[in-house]
């Protein structure tokens, strides 16, 4: 089935370091997302994202819509210990409101 | 934003028996899903919740193993039945409003299998 590949897989980086992760697909898709999980929550929306090429920025994170619409990065600037988490990105099926997610990238930032 | 209440939270079963998750929404909204979260794997979807009729199934998942019900636009109910120690996962409930594309999370339920 399909598949939405991000890496890096896990990063561990100092606290006041920029993060970078990408998500990449082999099919084109129209809406791409980007979900962070603290431990023992659910996964909180940070941003979205519907235009090809589109850069949007939510605080300090800031994610691109890749312009071939099969893949995104997002980017975390000046990291703090709170950006601990797993971050998934994700798309929406054509023509339904069901989601595949990423594989999921680890951060731990070391203070 | 909708918001979610999920329960339990947490819950250790003993292999053989069945587990019932309900998801409460504090306001209507249009679409109803269960996830999947396997250790350390990422979401998978169950089905899709349809109010008033049955849900909406996967492929792997089937009825009789996680029956659901939604009787109405603000509630459902995950049923994790004959569970075995592979059923230990997170499962989450989700829900979109009208119009909207991003998903909103329960806090999800950690469930362990012995």
């Known amino acids: 089935g399909q598949q939405l590949n991000q890496s890096p897989q896990s990063m561990f980086i100092q606290e006041g370091e920029d993060v970078s992760m990408n998500c990449t697909s082999s099919?084109?898709?129209?809406?791409w997302l980007w979900y962070k999980q603290d431990p023992g929550e659910g996964p909180v929306l940070l941003i979205a994202l519907y235009k090809a090429g589109e850069l949007t920025s939510n605080g300090r994170l800031t994610a691109q819509f890749g312009i071939t619409r099969k893949d995104s990065f997002l980017n975390i600037s000046a990291s703090i210990p709170s950006d601990v988490g797993i971050y998934f990105c994700a798309v929406i099926t054509s023509g339904t409101y069901k989601y595949i997610f990423g594989t999921g990238t680890r951060l731990k930032v070391l203070a | 934003s909708a918001v979610i209440s999920q329960k339990p939270s947490r819950d250790i079963c003993q292999r053989g028996t069945s587990l019932t998750i309900q998801c409460q929404v504090d306001?209507?909204?249009?679409?109803m899903f269960w996830y999947r979260q396997q250790p350390g794997q990422s979401l998978t979807l169950i089905a899709t919740?349809?109010?008033?009729?049955?849900?909406?199934?996967e492929s792997g998942f089937v009825i009789d193993k996680f029956p659901i019900s939604r009787p109405n636009l603000t509630f459902s109910t995950l049923t994790v039945s004959n569970m075995s120690p592979e059923d230990s996962s997170i499962y989450l409930c989700s829900v979109t409003v009208s119009g909207g594309y991003g998903y909103t999370f329960g806090s999800g339920t950690r469930l362990t299998v012995v």
């Open positions: 306001s209507q909204v249009t679409m």
């Open positions: 919740a349809n109010q008033g009729s049955e849900a909406t199934y």
């Open positions: 099919s084109i898709f129209n809406t």
